[in-house]
């Protein structure tokens, strides 16, 4: 069956770096735009990064631009998101997105001092 399964997140403090990473499988992966997106209490969910089938093409929300980068292995069937300079508002649930057809359960990000 389909699976994403994200992992990496933690407590980390303003400024501090986290590397996130999502396992697929159970789908054709090396086809599919993934995205991360991540969703704070009471808040909708968010675009964060996206990345094409390839890795070539790569997309930021504004608010992520220059401290967050996304990469994608399509041989292991993983893709990453490097966070650095991270600000108490990126704090939330982040989850692995294949083409808003598959979701993961996500993992927790919380960036406070």
């Known amino acids: 069956q389909v699976q994403l399964v994200e992992s990496g997140g933690g407590l980390v403090q303003p400024g501090g770096s986290l590397r996130l990473s999502c396992a697929a499988s159970?789908?054709?992966?090396?086809?599919?735009?993934m995205s991360w997106y991540r969703q704070a209490p009471g808040k909708e969910r968010e675009f964060v990064a996206g990345i094409s089938s390839s890795g070539i093409t790569t997309s930021y929300a504004d608010s992520v631009k220059g401290r967050f980068t996304i990469s994608r292995d399509n041989a292991k069937a993983t893709v990453n998101l490097q966070m650095n300079s991270l600000e108490p508002e990126d704090t939330a649930v982040y989850h692995c997105?294949?083409?808003?057809?598959?979701w993961g359960q996500g993992t927790q990000v919380t960036v406070s001092s």
């Open positions: 997105d294949a083409g808003r057809t598959y």
């Open positions: 159970g789908f054709a992966f090396s086809t599919y735009f």
